[in-house]
């Protein structure tokens, strides 16, 4: 047995091996909430006779088909960093998503890119809470054809944006002004992992300062 003034390092040991084999395991459940999608998976709408599939790699934290709309929640593409949650519906058309981008740069919010075959409609939706009109929101068409709001698509009140009747590279953003760091995530979504490992090195710390202060007298 050790010595009692050698027991609080001991104790203090321990917590950190701890700590290290727990963060690990934190890290895996995490990731094992999460869904991935490959650019063979195709996420189809029967009734509407439309189909949705992603360019690249990507995952989400829930994909969900209701009222004929794909409900993606932390959503984020291999060739992004950021997670946003994205509502979309094809009706007559079949997309391919190419880019998405939620709070990306900042000024730009939301950002999504697809292809479009038929000319049919696009529904789309980032869940943004706050009011915007179409002086906000820019759509364009092969990436240099900009298209006028009423004339190829609209905005509803919800922030919906429909675009109709339009095929090949279609581009909608959404600019604000307000907070880049701001998202329509809950923060813990946002920042999950991060919260989790300063959550592990704070109680390592303060363990080791009581070890310290204890050991001293």
Same mark, same amino acid.
Request: proline content about 4%; charged content about 10%.
């Given at each position: 047995?050790l010595?009692?003034? =050698?027991r609080p !390092? /001991? ?5 950190i091996i701890l700590? *290290?084999?727990?963060?690990?395991f934190l890290l895996?459940?995490q !990731? $094992?909430n999460?869904?991935?999608?490959l650019?063979?998976?195709? %996420? ?6 439309g189909?949705?599939?992603? @360019?690249?790699n990507?995952?989400?934290?829930s994909?969900?088909?209701e009222?004929?709309?794909?409900i993606f929640?932390?959503?984020?593409l291999n060739?992004? /960093?950021t997670?946003?949650?994205?509502q ?17 740069a %900042?000024g730009?919010? $939301?950002?999504?890119? =697809?292809?479009s075959?038929?000319q049919? &409609? /696009? *529904?789309?939706n980032?869940?943004i809470?706050s009011?915007?009109? !179409? @002086?906000?929101?820019m759509?364009t068409l092969?990436r240099? $054809?900009?298209?006028? !709001?009423g004339?190829g698509? =609209?905005? /509803?009140r919800?922030n919906t &944006? ?6 090949g590279?279609?581009?909608v953003?959404?600019?604000? =002004?307000?907070d880049?760091?701001?998202?329509n995530?809950? %923060?813990y979504? $946002?920042?999950s &992992?991060?919260l989790?490992i ?5 109680v390592?710390?303060?363990? @080791? @300062?009581?070890?310290s202060?204890?050991t001293?007298?």
């Amino acid at each position: 047995m050790l010595p009692p003034e =050698y027991r609080p !390092a /001991q104790v203090g040991i321990a917590i950190i091996i701890l700590g *290290i084999v727990v963060l690990p395991f934190l890290l895996s459940v995490q !990731a $094992q909430n999460t869904i991935n999608f490959l650019p063979t998976d195709t %996420f189809s709408i029967p009734e509407l006779d439309g189909s949705i599939n992603f @360019a690249i790699n990507g995952s989400c934290r829930s994909a969900v088909l209701e009222n004929n709309t794909w409900i993606f929640r932390g959503l984020v593409l291999n060739n992004s /960093q950021t997670r946003g949650n994205l509502q979309i519906s094809t009706d007559n058309s079949n997309i391919t998503i190419t880019d998405f981008r939620s709070n990306s740069a %900042f000024g730009r919010s $939301q950002y999504l890119r =697809y292809i479009s075959e038929g000319q049919g &409609v /696009q *529904i789309i939706n980032f869940g943004i809470n706050s009011t915007t009109n !179409a @002086a906000d929101w820019m759509v364009t068409l092969n990436r240099t $054809q900009f298209l006028t !709001a009423g004339e190829g698509w =609209y905005l /509803q009140r919800d922030n919906t &944006v429909v675009v109709n009747g339009q095929t090949g590279n279609i581009t909608v953003i959404h600019y604000t =002004y307000d907070d880049p760091n701001n998202s329509n995530l809950p %923060f813990y979504e $946002q920042h999950s &992992v991060a919260l989790t490992i300063g959550v592990v090195i704070t109680v390592t710390i303060l363990v @080791a @300062a009581l070890i310290s202060i204890k050991t001293r007298r």
